[in-house]
Structure formats: C-alpha cells, structure tokens
C-alpha cells in the first residue's frame, strides 16, 4: 500500500541554472547530488521547512536518450504557504513571473514560472500541513 508521495520528477534543460532557481528564488535546499559518471547526474531539492516530499531534477535531454517513450512535460504541482500574500510579493520582487490570486472554493492561489516556462500554483494553507 502507497504511504506517501515521496519524490517528484522534474526534467529540466538545464540542471545548474534550476537549482540556482530554486534555491536562491524559492529558498529550497539541495538535499543530495549524485553522478553515475556516464552523464547521468540528479540533484535533489526540497523546501527547508518541513518538506516530506522532494522534487529531483533530471536532464532532460538524457533522460529522452535514455528512455523516449516518457512523458517529460512538467508535473502540475500545487505547493502550500501560510502567507500568500507576502509569497506573491517576494516572488514579484524576485522578476519571477507570478500570476494574479484568485479566490477558489479552497483557498486563495496564484501560479509562478520557473526559469524555463513551467508553471506551477501556490495555495494558502494556514493549518498544519
């Protein structure tokens, strides 16, 4: 029986430059790095606050190689914040492109870009998530 959502994979262009997003932009933590030494190389990144799942980045360019026939399109991901307003705010000031918040029946979101175009949705949660 599935527990937990444990890792999430996300294929990048350009490995460097979405690690530097995430962690200078979105204040995650690089968790681990490894190398197969044949060009295959994953970087694991997480929230610094209570994560319990993590996001790994993989080259996409290898990963096609490797395995054409996956889906390499960026997952829909909804992240949790107890402040969205400051979040929309801090991003904003970051020239990281942020969508309008919109109230939804669940809550206040907006969605955000990363460095390569992919979108992805921030949710106001205030509880203990």
């Known amino acids: 029986m599935i527990s937990k959502v444990g890792q999430i994979m996300l294929y990048v262009n350009n490995q460097d430059e979405a690690v530097s997003f995430w962690t200078e932009k ?11 030494g044949q060009g295959m190389r994953w970087i694991e990144i997480a929230p610094k ?17 490797m395995s ?13 914040t107890e402040n969205l307003e ?9 020239r990281i492109k942020v969508g309008d918040i919109v109230n939804m029946p669940s ?3 907006f969605n955000f870009a990363d460095n390569e175009g992919n979108y992805f949705a921030v949710m106001e949660k205030i509880n203990n998530f």
């Not at 980045?57 to 990963?63: E, Q, R, S, T, W």
């Not at 400051?86 to 970051?94: A, D, F, G, T």
């Open 26 to 36: 979105l204040n995650f933590a690089v968790i681990s790095e490894e190398n197969n």
């Open 49 to 65: 606050k209570g994560a319990e799942t993590s996001i790994i980045l993989h080259n996409k360019a290898i990963v096609a190689k």
């Open 68 to 80: 054409p026939e996956l889906n390499l399109a960026a997952p829909s991901l909804m992240f949790f």
């Open 86 to 94: 400051n979040l929309h705010k801090e991003l904003s000031s970051k």
């Open 107 to 109: 809550g206040k979101v």
